[in-house]
């Protein structure tokens, strides 16, 4: 089913660029600030460990969640990294 979200196509744009650019078998953190650059190129507003605070039930937990990007206030990007697919 295609996307039909523009901001969801836009952030899919980017991590293709970056994989593109770099390919597979870096440490995430390079792939983070990577895409964070790509971001700023196409002038999308991030947070980076953006703190999520994890709450059950009313209850806010001591745990907090860090989205590796926070883009826009809207979307989580979680990023991973591995050296193949299996």
């Known amino acids: 089913m295609e996307d039909k979200d523009p901001l969801t196509r836009r952030i ?39 703190p999520a605070p994890l709450v059950y039930k009313g209850l806010q937990l001591d745990c907090v969640y860090k989205a590796d990007l926070l883009v826009q206030d809207r979307v989580i990007v979680e990023l991973k990294s591995v050296e193949r697919l299996t």
């Open 12 to 50: 899919i744009g980017c991590a293709v660029e970056v994989h593109r650019s770099l390919g597979p078998g870096l440490l995430e953190s390079a792939y983070e600030q990577c895409m964070a650059h790509e971001m700023n190129m196409q002038g999308l507003a991030f947070r980076p460990q953006a």
